[in-house]
């Protein structure tokens, strides 16, 4: 499946998530360097609120993401997601995956988002979040930074991660991946994966399972669920890979990861 066709044909299944009730909206995000664009949703009127951060799947912060952060500020939390490449390129120019890959994801450093995702839990303390209550969910590409977040932020509470990369990244520049950080959890990880997943292979979730139980405390309590019948991607209900019942019941579990923790 190319990118274009997904985007360019709208499925269905496609999801829309209203505003009722929320205060959103797209906005600019104080950043090291200026500032990048970024998209926020939350219970209206509300303070104190747990933060999400929303980590962006390969093709960036485009209507689904957003979507995604009104679903999680729907159930109560303040939801930010950044355009974590910005600085790197337009993934909306993009129609081929590979192309997209090598010119712009591959040029993205860890360091670079670890310090965006920090900056967005410092401008959302500021907009009625409780930076010392943080959760990161993210997909595909923000899965595997689900994982490597939740090492870093030693705020962060709760994590979950869909279809993220274990044994790998994207690129010459990534340093680390999943595996080398078990025993830096701050935070227990819900790994939600797909069994037909051909690029996140289940030996690597078997190993992940392996390391996850002789890590730290936060890696014990760290889970996995594999469905059967799904793909890469399960939860896009803009692309042929959603799969709605692994989705439906995916999302469920996240909330509950969430006010298990949170």
Known sequence: MSFSAAAGNV??????????G????DFKLPVAD?????Y?????GKRDLPIVLVVQEIFGVHEHIKDLCRRVAKAGYLAVSANLYERQGDASAYTDIPKLISELVSKVPDEQV????DASVAWAAGQGGDPKRVAVTG???????????????????AAVAWYGKLSVGHGPLIKRVAFDVVNELHAPVLGLYGAKDASIPLADVE???TRLAAGNDNAKRS?????????HAFLADYRPSYKAEAAKDGWQRMLDWFKRYL
């Open 223 to 231: 889970e996995f669920v594999v469905y059967p019948e799904a793909d």
């Open 40 to 44: 926020y949703a939350a219970p209206e």
């Open 11 to 20: 499925a269905p299944t496609v999801i829309h998530t209203d505003t009722q």
């Open 34 to 38: 200026g500032t990048i664009d970024a």
């Open 139 to 157: 997909f595909c590409w923000g899965g595997r930074l689900t994982w490597m977040y939740a090492a870093h932020n030693p705020d962060v509470k």
């Open 114 to 117: 670890y310090a965006d995702l």
């Open 207 to 209: 190993s992940m399972k």
């Open 22 to 25: 929320l205060a959103h909206g």
